[in-house]
């Protein structure tokens, strides 16, 4: 859920994983059977050593992939990326209109920028999803059109999160993403639909399990946080997950 908006954090908190801490973090977490590595923020494509970054882990044989907002996505910088051996773009949309998206994210042009951006991660032969935040500014319906306007093949769906007990900034308390159960559960059953129209990352039993958690019901599938998925926060503490109360 990405939602920083340009008063969530002050320039002046900004954090940075240094340039040797990152690169030992990656060879601690490939010696442990790391082999995905998510690079998000914040905006990854601030950080001055994201291409060292995503070579090491890319050298190692990892399979890396960057969630960015798109704002900073120019040519040389997908460029660089691809030529590090990043694997994946995940790029955050929050809305099914251009006028929409771009007055929520505070940045004007950035759907062109997408659009663009798209094209050449497409002759690169890379992947790129949009990765949408349930919330009260998606138009389901429309959603699918918009998405393939931009250029996009595939979309994933964030869980929308009022609270995290770790230092992860990925939550608001904000009303449009303070959901009823029911409409909760409506929301759901609409991405399960949208699966008929363009692909939807989110596996069906991933959803499903979803609407029964809200329901109350026998969960069918362990929670594989501190199992077969981490948290690493800027200061490369390690966390069960990113919703996690204390780092491991």
């Known amino acids: 859920f990405c939602n920083f908006a340009v008063n969530k954090l002050p320039q002046t908190n900004w954090r940075y994983a240094t340039r040797k801490g ?3 973090a990656v060879d601690i977490l490939f010696r442990n059977g790391i082999r995905y590595l998510v690079i998000t923020g914040g ?3 601030l950080h001055r050593d994201l291409n060292a970054v995503v070579g090491h882990a890319s050298n190692l044989g990892m399979v890396v992939l960057l969630v960015t907002n798109g704002g900073l996505l120019k040519p040389h910088r997908i460029q660089e990326l691809a030529a590090s051996g990043l694997s994946s773009f995940i790029i955050s949309i929050d809305a099914a209109t251009v006028q929409a998206h771009e007055e929520n994210r505070g940045l004007p042009g950035v759907c062109n920028k997408v659009r663009e951006a798209n094209k050449q991660i497409l002759e690169l032969d890379l992947h790129s999803t949009a990765s949408v935040t349930m919330s009260r500014l998606v138009d389901y319906d429309a959603l699918p059109d918009f998405l393939e306007s931009l250029g996009f093949r595939a979309v994933t769906f964030s869980y929308p999160l009022g609270s995290l007990q770790s230092n992860f900034l990925g939550f608001s308390s ?8 029911e409409e909760l559960l409506d929301a759901f059953t609409r991405i399960k639909n949208l699966k008929k129209r363009m692909m939807v990352v989110n596996p069906t039993a991933s959803i499903e399990e979803m609407q029964r958690f ?3 019901e026998e969960q069918r599938f362990p929670c594989l946080g501190g199992f ?3 948290y690493l926060d800027w200061d490369l503490n390690l966390w069960r997950c990113h919703n996690w109360d204390t780092p491991m």
């Open 43 to 45: 905006e990854p494509l």
């Open 174 to 181: 904000s009303d449009l993403v303070n959901y009823t159960k």
């Open 228 to 230: 077969q998925y981490f």
């Open 22 to 24: 990152a690169l030992d």
């Open 214 to 216: 809200l329901q109350d």
